[in-house]
């Protein structure tokens, strides 16, 4: 591989069900500090993308690699406490555990606090050192301290959709999979959440995202790439993909006039 | 107290520690229909320690290994298949060692197990203590966060880097220890053992002591036993309707309190207090 590899880098990735490659020979990279954004029309293989990094599936063939390791055929919770957190495009929290109890789950994963699993003692989690300074700073951050003992059915839905990533957070990641994380929000709450990423970005995180709000990528994104039918399309620069024919036309259809 | 009471209190004893070897495998989302074949094998290998002139609370333990051993072996390939299909798989298993002790000529096959040295009650109330308080330990401990999580949502569990393949199967392996200390307890106090004891009635009701009780708290296979068990008692003077009335009383619960008696949260303490307090 040449110096331009990236945290993240999937080689000729592939994966088939049955007789359909839903992904296809996919190369592409996030860098450390990137927000790079995954778009494609519905079934485009986006979300299987995500599946395949995460080790939830074994790929047909082709290799995924992290921080210059092979992962792909790692069970999925080693890849997680490798370092790639994740959200979901259908809220995925635990239902009967409360904000607080979230976010000490997810930093109890890190192997160092295996440990205290067992431990009787009630740890206070509000001091541990996360991403973004202290649990409770991240939690504040977050809009989410003021419901730290609410349980997660009991959120609003954008304060579900924050407290995935504030999970996703507490696992120390350097790559955060974003699957539509402004899915149902208004444009407000959108705004935040984009605020959000750009912070995150900021402080050296690589962030993959896939979204429909074409605003909201090009606001948030760095470079775009654009996957139809499991293919790579294009990538480039959000300005760049939205006026792409190969974009459109994956988008709209095919046999469009567009002069 | 009479040999009566204490009876009694022995069966109550035995009936939570099975309900508990049901609620633990359930706050991993495992139905365990199988809990008499775990009892079934705590109880053969603690019977026969035991008659080899083992000292009885090792032999109590070795049962309990043995059920756990088992419940491990059980819990790998359950991992493949979930839902009604794990609870299938769990009630197959029952079948099977209740079959097996059947023909084990080591056994004693259908004339049973006779000849069990016998345990003093007191004995076997405070292994139940012992054991009732690691498990309500373990469920005030981070680790049961984690057991949580794969019931409310097992594919993000693992996803937030926690090995469930390993929780289920540590769950499946102390359920089988339960089961299997229930089994031992119970050789030791009837002092003869056979296969019939261990039928799948056993396994069904074991369950019924958690979904009545409540699956979602450590006190609702208590209280789910306790009450089941001593209910039928209550009940004599109703003689032949006695199971009816045992069958109406549970349908009655499951369609007032879907969850069980006792609910996620509510502890013993909150409830009694409740209780007083709509009372004074």
Same mark, same amino acid.
């Given at each position: 591989?040449?110096?331009?590899?990236?945290?993240?880098?999937?080689?000729?990735?592939?994966?088939?069900?049955?007789?359909?490659?839903?992904?296809?020979?996919?190369?592409?990279?996030?860098?450390?500090?990137?927000?790079?954004?995954?778009?494609?029309?519905?079934?485009?293989?986006?979300?299987?993308?995500?599946?395949?990094?995460?080790?939830?599936?074994?790929? &047909?063939?082709?290799?995924?690699?992290?921080?210059?390791?092979?992962?792909?055929?790692?069970?999925?919770?080693?890849?997680?406490?490798?370092?790639?957190?994740?959200?979901?495009? +259908?809220?995925?929290?635990?239902?009967?555990?409360?904000?607080?109890?979230?976010?000490?789950?997810?930093?109890?994963?890190?192997?160092?606090?295996?440990?205290?699993?067992?431990?009787?003692?009630?740890?206070?989690?509000?001091?541990?050192?996360?991403?973004?300074?202290?649990?409770?700073?991240?939690?504040?951050?977050?809009?989410?301290?003021?419901?730290?003992?609410?349980?997660?059915?009991?959120?609003?839905?954008?304060?579900?959709?924050?407290?995935?990533?504030?999970?996703?957070?507490?696992?120390?990641?350097?790559?955060?999979?974003?699957?539509?994380?402004?899915?149902?929000? +208004?444009?407000?709450?959108?705004?935040?959440?984009?605020?959000?990423?750009?912070?995150?970005?900021?402080?050296?995180?690589?962030?993959?995202?896939?979204?429909?709000?074409?605003?909201?990528?090009?606001?948030?994104?760095?470079?775009?790439?654009?996957? +139809?039918?499991?293919?790579?399309?294009?990538?480039?620069?959000?300005?760049?993909?939205?006026?792409?024919?190969?974009?459109?036309?994956?988008?709209?259809?095919?046999?469009?006039?567009?002069? | 107290?009479?040999?009566?009471?204490?009876?009694?209190?022995?069966?109550?004893?035995?009936?939570?520690?099975?309900?508990?070897?049901?609620?633990?495998?359930?706050?991993?989302?495992?139905?365990?229909?199988?809990?008499?074949?775990?009892?079934?094998?705590?109880?053969?290998?603690?019977?026969?320690?035991?008659?080899?002139?083992?000292?009885?609370?090792?032999?109590?333990?070795?049962?309990?290994?043995?059920?756990?051993?088992?419940?491990?072996?059980?819990?790998?390939?359950?991992?493949?298949?979930?839902?009604?299909?794990?609870?299938?798989?769990?009630?197959?298993?029952?079948?099977?060692?209740?079959?097996?002790?059947?023909?084990?000529?080591?056994?004693?096959?259908?004339?049973?197990?006779?000849?069990?040295?016998?345990?003093?009650?007191?004995?076997?109330?405070?292994?139940?203590?012992?054991?009732?308080?690691?498990?309500?330990?373990?469920?005030?401990?981070?680790?049961?966060?984690?057991?949580?999580?794969?019931?409310?949502?097992?594919?993000?569990?693992?996803?937030?880097?926690?090995?469930?393949?390993?929780?289920?199967?540590?769950?499946?392996?102390?359920?089988?220890?339960?089961?299997?200390?229930?089994?031992?307890?119970?050789?030791?106090?009837?002092?003869?053992?056979?296969?019939?004891?261990?039928?799948?009635?056993?396994?069904?009701?074991?369950?019924?002591?958690?979904?009545?009780?409540?699956?979602?708290?450590?006190?609702?296979?208590?209280?789910?036993?306790?009450?089941?068990?001593?209910?039928?008692?209550?009940?004599?003077?109703?003689?032949?309707?006695?199971?009816?009335?045992?069958?109406?009383?549970?349908?009655?619960?499951?369609?007032?309190?879907?969850?069980?008696?006792?609910?996620?949260?509510?502890?013993?303490? &909150?409830?009694?207090?409740?209780?007083?307090?709509? &009372?004074?």
């Amino acid at each position: 591989m040449t110096g331009r590899e990236g945290l993240l880098q999937t080689r000729e990735l592939s994966i088939q069900f049955g007789g359909i490659r839903a992904v296809d020979g996919i190369d592409f990279s996030v860098h450390a500090g990137e927000v790079v954004g995954l778009i494609g029309p519905n079934g485009a293989g986006k979300t299987t993308l995500l599946n395949l990094i995460t080790g939830v599936y074994k790929p &047909t063939s082709g290799a995924v690699f992290f921080d210059g390791t092979r992962i792909d055929g790692q069970a999925p919770h080693l890849i997680a406490r490798s370092g790639i957190a994740r959200t979901f495009q +259908n809220i995925r929290l635990f239902q009967s555990l409360t904000v607080m109890e979230h976010a000490q789950l997810a930093l109890g994963s890190a192997s160092s606090h295996l440990k205290s699993a067992f431990q009787l003692k009630p740890v206070d989690y509000a001091g541990e050192a996360t991403l973004m300074g202290t649990v409770e700073e991240t939690l504040n951050r977050f809009g989410l301290w003021d419901q730290r003992t609410q349980v997660a059915s009991g959120l609003s839905y954008g304060l579900q959709r924050r407290l995935e990533i504030v999970r996703a957070l507490m696992l120390h990641p350097q790559l955060l999979l974003l699957d539509e994380p402004t899915a149902g929000m +208004n444009e407000d709450e959108a705004v935040e959440v984009a605020d959000l990423i750009r912070l995150l970005r900021n402080l050296g995180l690589g962030i993959l995202l896939i979204e429909h709000n074409m605003p909201f990528v090009a606001h948030t994104c760095d470079r775009v790439v654009v996957i +139809n039918f499991g293919r790579h399309i294009t990538t480039g620069l959000p300005e760049e993909v939205r006026r792409d024919p190969r974009v459109l036309e994956a988008y709209l259809g095919g046999d469009h006039d567009y002069s | 107290m009479s040999i009566y009471q204490v009876g009694l209190l022995v069966q109550v004893c035995i009936n939570i520690l099975l309900g508990m070897s049901v609620y633990v495998a359930l706050s991993t989302r495992q139905l365990n229909l199988g809990a008499a074949g775990f009892m079934a094998v705590g109880a053969y290998t603690a019977a026969m320690a035991s008659i080899a002139g083992i000292p009885i609370s090792v032999s109590l333990l070795l049962g309990m290994l043995g059920a756990m051993v088992v419940g491990l072996l059980i819990g790998l390939p359950a991992l493949r298949v979930s839902g009604i299909y794990l609870a299938m798989a769990t009630f197959a298993f029952g079948l099977v060692m209740e079959s097996v002790f059947l023909v084990l000529p080591f056994a004693g096959q259908a004339r049973g197990l006779a000849g069990i040295p016998p345990i003093e009650p007191i004995v076997l109330f405070v292994w139940t203590a012992v054991v009732l308080s690691g498990v309500f330990l373990l469920t005030r401990t981070q680790f049961w966060f984690r057991v949580r999580s794969i019931h409310d949502d097992e594919f993000a569990a693992s996803m937030t880097g926690l090995n469930v393949t390993t929780v289920k199967i540590a769950m499946f392996g102390l359920s089988g220890a339960l089961a299997g200390l229930a089994g031992g307890m119970y050789a030791h106090w009837f002092v003869y053992v056979e296969p019939s004891a261990f039928s799948v009635e056993v396994s069904i009701f074991a369950a019924l002591y958690v979904i009545f009780g409540g699956r979602q708290s450590f006190w609702g296979p208590v209280v789910g036993a306790t009450i089941l068990t001593l209910l039928p008692e209550f009940a004599r003077g109703l003689d032949s309707w006695r199971p009816a009335f045992i069958g109406v009383a549970l349908l009655v619960i499951l369609i007032l309190r879907p969850s069980g008696l006792i609910g996620r949260g509510t502890s013993l303490l &909150t409830l009694l207090v409740r209780r007083v307090g709509r &009372t004074s």
